[in-house]
């Protein structure tokens, strides 16, 4: 039985109809609405790679059935800035050369992100605490780490 | 040769035009496009467009490292235009020179060399070409903004001296490259070419590849590695819809749907009846395993005098045996591919870190001329070596062939930790001699590496689905680093090629050269503690290169070194703090590290900490500091995540590590400070950075942990258990 959700994605009015309303959040996000900043990396909840703000909380995207998100703010990767406007943590991502192959980009700064937004001035500690969950395979974590301080300094 | 003699062979003149798509009549009608991809000539590399802007076609891949920075910098360094007008294209069989597969930090050693040698012969064809036009010697001319410049101001830019047509030039390994004090590109940190888009969300990986027509499939993998599907029940999933097709053939199943959505749930639901399988090892019993597997080969690489005599007639005498785990590589996104049959040619986009060898190896499998495939590269998740990317590419193929329309296949993520190829298991077993000062007087070793070398990895699919392929057994190339750096009065180091080993290998990260490396530092270290010297004045009292000693001593005095015999005395408390210090000589022919771990171990919990982590590195030439120092770092972060966490399990049938609850992966507490000293030497060639440092972590680390505790950990990971055992065993 397909079904449209309705949501609001980057600031926008989307909607996507599905046949299973229980397919993750992130598979619309990549396929229907073509936002390929947030990435498949386990589907499991455990390495952050799909990570997106949900009502501005970082949210497992691979985890929340796109049901779910009816009637609800999503934010991804691309909606979070832009070139022109970056966030403050992607400016910083860029400064510090924070990514090697990126996959795990898009956690790092939208997990980042949700820290500095409850958290303006984070410790090294909290930072790491606060991205405990996020993997990265390419080793970027100290650099990772350096860029949200980095975005806190100059927030 | 000067300007006239070019000219008059036709140097940029009609023909030849690097318009992709267009055949020539010489070539065969089967070629993808008329662009020269030979190794020796300069359109091979380099194409400049009639608005000035410099494409470079290389056959390695960035794989997430920065390469693609460094490849852009050698352009624009040579040619002398600026960074942004160079465009880098990567693996595409149809429009790259074959430089061989992306592996053992030879991106820029390498490939990185061929393109700075097509770029300096094409600018010195420009400058030719420039000198007949002013009707001036070359010698006085130079080059500037993509532009070549007379003394007396005139200008012609480089649109207009080849602007849209080929060089025709054979590349010439003797035109000149800049000297270091002309450089102004090459040496500094160029920012990443990439980064702005992958902070963005706009970067484009292959798995975010969409073209017209594009299904989506999923293999269903047996649960047991070599077992057969002997029946597949399609009404198991006849209720999903979009469905398209349920594959089958032998061990290999697949589905493809409309959505990926509907192509994991048929994955997820397709019930097959499999045959039995339990040709694995039982885990408890791997090192067993190893040592009974028949020995295919004994291979000498090194051998000065009579090691076994010198050892018998040795003061003291020393033997221990270490273990280095399997290991995955574990790529943050699993792998995927997309793939299109068109008009009886096959197009496959992956990321391959050797598409030209995937290409011959697609042909194959699918029987079909090798001219009728074209494998692109795209971007993928960080590879580590050869890991699932290829296997997805061969999903992808079978499923487009089996519906006649575009398929992308992206790996689950059991699928990643189950299939992809892996590290072999590797036991190193060594004994020396000490004469009464604690000098070494004999040094033996042997290594029980899986057989093979660097060809290609046989693909999953068409292993299960009996396909033709090659039956190679590619664990990477091993050997290096057996043989010692140091200046032993005996040696004998031989590795003992295996018939077998338990999964299909390759390499990861570091092949063989991080086992070697981590048993003969660390037992290094255990002769220093016997001759009860400080590990670096031992390592340094038997070691010549200059190069070398730099590393060493740098890297005492970056560390703060305290020179005293390990393991450290008196230490109360919980918790225990020790450095170790490792070295290599990367192949023996190549870059030099040297660094020191600093540990905390608990020695009630058996918790192991890496608190920093020091590295002083000369690899020649510097392309980009920053991009080396970032590698660096990525090395020693993921070595210390295989070092101290990283084991894969398995039953009789299969792996049982497929998530990273199982398989965990390092976390950001628990990374490493890490303090990076480059030794830049302009006036040599450029070496690789990246793998060599990871080659140093796990013996710094386990001599570490030796000198806080006294304790010493002889098998990856060094996991609490192990440290816990080894210590009620002291
Ligand atoms: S893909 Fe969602 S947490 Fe890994
Ligand atoms: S940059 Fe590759 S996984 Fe983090």
Redesign the pocket.
């Given at each position: 039985m397909s079904q449209t959700v309705t949501m609001t994605v980057n600031g926008r009015a989307a909607s996507v109809t599905v046949d299973d309303p229980e397919m993750p959040l992130l598979y619309a996000l990549r396929n229907d609405l073509g936002l390929t900043g947030p990435h498949f990396g386990c589907g499991l909840g455990q390495c952050g790679a799909c990570t997106v703000h949900l009502d501005g909380a970082a949210t497992r995207s691979c985890q929340l059935p796109v049901g779910a998100a009816e009637g609800r703010q999503v934010t991804t990767l691309e909606g979070l800035g832009t070139p022109e406007r970056p966030h403050p943590l992607q400016a910083a991502f860029i400064a510090e050369q924070a990514?090697?192959?990126?996959?795990?980009?898009n956690g790092m700064i939208m997990q980042g992100a949700a820290l500095l937004a409850a958290t303006p001035k984070p410790s090294a500690e909290q930072v790491k605490e606060a991205l405990v969950a996020n993997i990265?395979?390419?080793g970027?974590q100290p650099r990772v780490v350096r860029a949200v301080l980095r975005a806190a300094a100059n927030a | 040769m000067d300007g006239m003699q070019m000219r008059r062979r036709g140097l940029f003149g009609a023909g030849g035009a690097l318009v992709v798509g267009f055949v020539l009549g010489a070539r065969p009608a089967a070629a993808w496009t008329d662009k020269p991809v030979a190794l020796d000539q300069v359109d091979s590399f380099l194409a400049i467009d009639a608005a000035g802007r410099v494409t470079a076609y290389v056959g390695k891949v960035d794989l997430?490292t920065g390469v693609r920075t460094g490849f852009t910098q050698i352009v624009a360094e040579e040619l002398d235009v600026p960074m942004a007008s160079v465009a880098v294209v990567e693996g595409d069989t149809a429009l790259t020179p074959d430089q061989g597969a992306t592996y053992g930090s030879l991106s820029i050693q390498v490939g990185g060399v061929q393109l700075r040698q097509a770029a300096a012969t094409a600018r010195r064809a420009l400058l030719a070409e420039a000198a007949s036009r002013f009707g001036l010697p070359p010698e006085g001319l130079r080059c500037e903004d993509a532009a070549v410049i007379a003394p007396d101001g005139r200008r012609l830019a480089f649109a207009t001296l080849v602007g849209g047509r080929a060089f025709s030039l054979a590349v010439d390994a003797n035109a000149p490259i800049k000297p270091p004090e002309a450089r102004r590109v090459v040496g500094r940190s160029a920012p990443r070419v990439d980064i702005p888009e992958k902070v963005f969300g706009r970067f484009r990986y292959v798995h975010d590849l969409k073209i017209p027509g594009m299904a989506h499939g999923r293999a269903v993998r047996p649960p047991a590695m070599g077992a057969i599907a002997e029946a597949v029940d399609e009404a198991s999933v006849a209720g999903i819809p979009g469905l398209l097709k349920v594959v089958h053939e032998r061990g290999f199943v697949g589905v493809v749907a409309e959505t990926e959505w509907a192509a994991i749930r048929a994955q997820r639901a397709l019930k097959v009846r499999w045959s039995a399988w339990a040709g694995l090892p039982e885990q408890a019993k791997l090192w067993e395993h190893v040592r009974a597997t028949p020995v295919a080969q004994r291979q000498v690489t090194s051998e000065t005098g009579d090691p076994a005599a010198a050892i018998r007639g040795a003061a003291k005498q020393l033997s221990a045996s270490y273990d280095f785990a399997i290991h995955t590589h574990g790529s943050?996104g699993p792998s995927c591919a997309v793939a299109e049959f068109r008009d009886g040619k096959l197009t496959s986009w992956s990321a391959s870190q050797a598409t030209h060898n995937l290409r011959k190896q697609l042909a194959m499998m699918l029987a079909m001329p090798v001219e009728q495939v074209r494998c692109v590269y795209l971007e993928g998740?960080?590879c580590y070596g050869r890991n699932g990317h290829e296997d997805a590419a061969v999903d992808a193929a079978l499923l487009a062939k089996a519906v006649g329309r575009p398929v992308r296949v992206q790996w689950m993520r059991h699928e990643e930790h189950g299939w992809d190829p892996k590290g072999p298991p590797t036991l190193i077993d060594l004994r020396a001699g000490l004469d009464a000062a604690g000098k070494v007087v004999g040094w033996e070793s042997e290594a029980f590496i899986a057989k093979g070398a660097g060809g290609n990895v046989d693909l999953v699919a068409a292993e299960l689905g009996g396909l033709p392929r090659e039956s190679l057994s590619s664990p990477g190339n091993i050997v290096h680093n057996l043989a010692q750096p140091y200046g032993f009065p005996a040696v004998r180091t031989t590795c003992l090629r295996l018939e077998s080993t338990p999964f299909r290998p390759s390499w990861i990260r570091t092949p063989g050269r991080m086992q070697n490396t981590f048993a003969g530092e660390a037992f290094l270290d255990e002769l220093a503690a016997a001759a009860g010297a400080d590990p670096i004045a031992y390592r340094l009292s038997v070691l010549e290169d200059p190069r070398g000693r730099e590393m060493l001593e740098r890297v005492a005095k970056l560390s703060g070194w305290q020179a005293r015999p390990s393991p450290v005395r008196d230490q109360g408390g919980e918790v225990l703090r020790g450095r170790g210090v490792s070295y290599v000589k990367y192949e023996l022919v190549r870059t030099y590290v040297a660094g020191v771990a600093e540990v905390e171990v608990n020695r009630r919990s058996g918790a192991i900490r890496v608190i920093r982590f020091f590295v002083t590195h000369d690899c020649g030439q510097i392309i980009n500091p920053d991009a080396v120092t970032a590698q660096i770092e990525g090395n020693i972060v993921a070595t210390v995540s295989r070092v101290l966490k990283e084991e894969l399990t398995f039953d009789r049938s299969a792996v049982t590590s497929l998530d990273w609850a199982s398989y965990p992966s390092i976390t950001f507490p628990e990374v490493p400070e890490i303090v990076v000293e480059l030794v830049d030497r302009p006036a040599e060639r450029p070496w690789g950075a990246g793998e060599p440092t990871a080659a140093i972590v796990p013996s710094a680390v386990t001599n570490a942990i030796f000198d806080a505790t006294g304790v010493r950990l002889r098998s990856v990971p060094f996991t609490p258990a192990k440290f816990l055992a080894a210590l009620q065993g002291t």
């Open positions: 990514v090697q192959c990126g996959y795990c980009a990265c395979r390419c970027t | 997430g943050m998740a960080g």
